[in-house]
């Protein structure tokens, strides 16, 4: 059989791709992601756009293996197979944009947290990334049945105009989302980092909610569209199955109905019209999208 011929986008090494001003979106299981709402965000883009895979980090580095053991499965031959918890990067070619993304999977690590911060910040170096966007979720006092909140922050002023965004403001303990931002921010990439709230009374994951309201906003900050397949209807399953819950408690529907009433309060702008806009582009974009190949 004739050898065919190589892919000119991918090779044996992440130094041999070559991507179009490529921004890197990055979530990490554990500390930072409630509900698993970041990770999940991260694995939808991978899935609807079909992600190939660059590189992975050395697990034995970064992880104490008594914390995050390596599991045990049977691939499709039923031949037992052994993974490592790591952290994976995918590149993503988008025909109809200006860019491409790269994709950062990864589990918080164990140790050495400014090496493995400084591995992908070599990563964004040698494909050039014209942006870092890292997710985050966190427990918060917001009602599962409104729109949850995303926090978008960054520290470089340009963007900060630009996306009219805020500063981080944040002072306390942080997770490896804050050390891998700091490090972007002193490497001179810019970068953002987004937070969604997800209702503490039902942190557990999954929260397809605040995966959903991750991508959205990653929508509107790269001026793209994602394909979100059955993820809006997910994401309406678990408010109902939420409500339900809340239905069986008087405490917890009370309390949810306090939250409810402090958003509503607090939020009346947002019935804007130029939040109404946003929503109709956003709507508008996904309609006019081919649909997704496979």
Known sequence: MPEQPADPTTDDTTHDVVLRNPVVIAAFEGWNDAGESASQAVAHLHDVWDANELTEFDPELYHDFQVNRPTVHFDDDGRRRLTWPTTRISAVRLPDGPRDVILVRGIEPSMRWRTYAAELVDVARTHHASLVLTLGALLADVPHTRPLPVTSSSEDPELIEKLDI???????????????QDTVTA??????????????????PPSPKGTLALLRRIEELLDLSIPLEELPEDARAWERGVDELAGEDSEIAEYVQQ???AKDTAELPEASGEAIAREFERYLRRRDDPPRRG
């Open 166 to 180: 805020e500063p981080s403001r944040y002072e306390g303990p942080t997770g490896i989302v804050g050390v891998v």
């Open 187 to 204: 490497a001179g990439i810019p970068s953002v980092s987004l937070w969604a709230a997800i209702p503490h009374y039902v942190g557990q």
């Open 259 to 261: 939250l409810e009433e």
